[in-house]
Nanobody, 121 residues
Framework: QVQLVESGGGLVQAGGSLRLSCAGS????????MGWFRQAPGKGREFVAV???????DYGDSVKGRFTISRVNAKNTVYLQMDSLKPEDTAVYYC???????????????WGQGTQVTVSA
């Protein structure tokens, strides 16, 4: 059974930093894209970042230059370093694995349960 377990969410003041982690189990994801999405209250799910198997990365426009995605294949783990956080970054953040890019849209086969990130003004 495939599982993705996120950790590292919490409450932080604007301008602060948080680091999210996501550990996968049940299969190896080293040959696949892993990444993050988020969903704010009353809004749809938004692509945040992906790191592909070769190490290249894509970011959503709203987080470029502030967030950094990385992975450690030996640990089947992906990270999201979030700096210069803004109140509009407040959302539930979801880890995703076995990601693909279809016609400009990012899709994922597996999802974590989500972790709350709240940024106060």
């Amino acid at each position: 059974q495939v599982q993705l377990v996120e950790s590292g969410g919490g409450l932080v003041q604007a301008g602060g930093s948080l680091r999210l982690s996501c550990a996968g189990s049940g299969r190896t994801f080293s040959g696949y894209g892993m990444g993050w999405f988020r969903q704010a209250p009353g809004k749809g799910r938004e692509f945040v970042a992906v790191i592909w198997s070769g190490g290249s990365t894509d970011y959503g426009d709203s987080v470029k230059g502030r967030f950094t995605i990385s992975r450690v294949n030996a640990k089947n783990t992906v990270y999201l370093q979030m700096d210069s956080l803004k109140p509009e970054d407040t959302a539930v953040y979801y880890c995703a694995a076995d990601m693909r890019l279809y016609s400009g849209n990012y899709r994922a086969q597996y999802w974590g349960q989500g972790t709350q990130v709240t940024v106060s003004a």
